[in-house]
């Protein structure tokens, strides 16, 4: 499962709680505001949406992209 992480600057204050709060290391400060720069780690566990408190965080749940062949093989076994 994938997630999109988003941010939106202007609310971002730079707190650093997202930081503090992710335990998959999603965000570092770039020019004083947080950024998702390894949002492919994201398990959503929602833990920065909740702790902001200018709710400047999304967690977007993605899925997963299966190949054609994929649903087919899994056709024949289901």
């Known amino acids: 499962m994938g997630f999109k992480v988003a941010l939106d600057k202007d609310k971002c204050s730079g707190c650093e709680a997202c930081l ?12 004083s505001k947080s950024a998702p720069v390894n949002a ?4 959503g566990c929602l833990s920065c949406v909740e702790i902001c408190e200018q709710e400047a965080i999304t ?12 649903k087919a ?3 024949d076994i289901l």
């Open 20 to 31: 503090e709060a992710c335990t998959a290391n999603v965000f570092e400060m770039r020019n």
């Open 40 to 43: 492919k780690d994201c398990v």
């Open 59 to 70: 967690v977007e749940e993605t899925g997963i992209e299966i190949s054609d062949t994929c």
């Open 73 to 75: 093989l899994l056709r």
